[in-house]
């Protein structure tokens, strides 16, 4: 009796030591992969995230790149370009006045903020106010391009009083920049490009 127990709680252990190994060997998968991280993380290796971007930039020897883990109020940055990949198009439109202070104030310190949108999280759409902050303090509004099935949405600057169009498809502006201070804010109607998949495809 003694002797079946030993061996039924050996083969337990043994089955849960191999469950262990499994995941760990999952974990670590994943973890080099980067796809437990966000879409558009630089910490991804997997086509969705933008690594490669950020690998290639170290690589050059003329540009230090970092990670950012805090807020523009507790950041140091000077004459940086900081780059907020797969934005939210929902989270500027619903933008606060406070919000895009804090954007211009990094600005004015020398940085060039860009927010390339997300289409995919284009959702509504979002009723865009006349008197809401990004059409009042920067005059810009968001639209959907018509005509795309919703797997597969792009977006445009419907409105962009005062600001450059960097970049325009069939009339319509996807890139705008203006300038605050010694710096600028760069808004991109979509983070594609940044994309390990499109970098990796364009080298």
């Given at each position: 009796?003694?002797?079946?127990?030993?061996?039924?709680?050996?083969?337990?252990?043994?089955?849960?030591a191999v469950f262990a190994i499994?995941l760990f060997q999952i974990f670590?998968?994943?973890?080099?992969?980067?796809?437990?991280?966000?879409?558009?993380?630089?910490?991804?290796?997997?086509?969705?995230?933008?690594?490669?971007?950020?690998?290639?930039?170290?690589?050059?020897?003329?540009?230090?790149?970092?990670?950012?883990?805090?807020?523009?109020?507790?950041?140091?940055?000077?004459?940086?370009?900081?780059?907020?990949?797969?934005?939210?198009?929902?989270?500027?439109?619903?933008?606060?006045?406070?919000?895009?202070?804090?954007?211009?104030?990094?600005?004015?310190?020398?940085?060039?903020?860009?927010?390339?949108?997300?289409?995919?999280?284009?959702?509504?759409?979002?009723?865009?106010?006349?008197?809401?902050?990004?059409?009042?303090?920067?005059?810009?509004?968001?639209?959907?391009?018509?005509?795309?099935?919703?797997?597969?949405?792009?977006?445009?600057?419907?409105?962009?009083?005062?600001?450059?169009?960097?970049?325009?498809?069939?009339?319509?502006?996807?890139?705008?920049?203006?300038?605050?201070?010694?710096?600028?804010?760069?808004?991109?109607?979509?983070?594609?490009v940044f994309a390990n998949q499109?970098?990796?495809?364009?080298?």
């Amino acid at each position: 009796m003694l002797k079946r127990n030993y061996f039924g709680t050996l083969a337990l252990c043994v089955l849960a030591a191999v469950f262990a190994i499994g995941l760990f060997q999952i974990f670590r998968i994943r973890l080099v992969a980067g796809d437990l991280y966000p879409e558009w993380s630089s910490l991804r290796s997997d086509p969705d995230g933008t690594r490669v971007l950020f690998d290639s930039l170290a690589a050059t020897g003329r540009v230090v790149t970092a990670r950012k883990y805090k807020t523009l109020a507790q950041s140091p940055e000077r004459s940086a370009t900081i780059l907020f990949l797969g934005y939210s198009p929902n989270s500027l439109v619903n933008a606060s006045s406070s919000d895009l202070d804090r954007f211009e104030q990094s600005a004015r310190a020398g940085n060039r903020l860009v927010f390339a949108m997300n289409p995919g999280q284009w959702s509504g759409p979002p009723k865009q106010e006349a008197d809401s902050a990004l059409a009042k303090k920067w005059g810009v509004a968001i639209d959907r391009v018509p005509g795309n099935a919703d797997d597969d949405i792009e977006l445009y600057f419907a409105k962009a009083a005062n600001w450059t169009p960097d970049v325009t498809e069939k009339s319509r502006s996807v890139v705008i920049e203006r300038a605050f201070g010694s710096g600028s804010i760069v808004l991109t109607a979509s983070s594609d490009v940044f994309a390990n998949q499109n970098l990796a495809a364009d080298r």
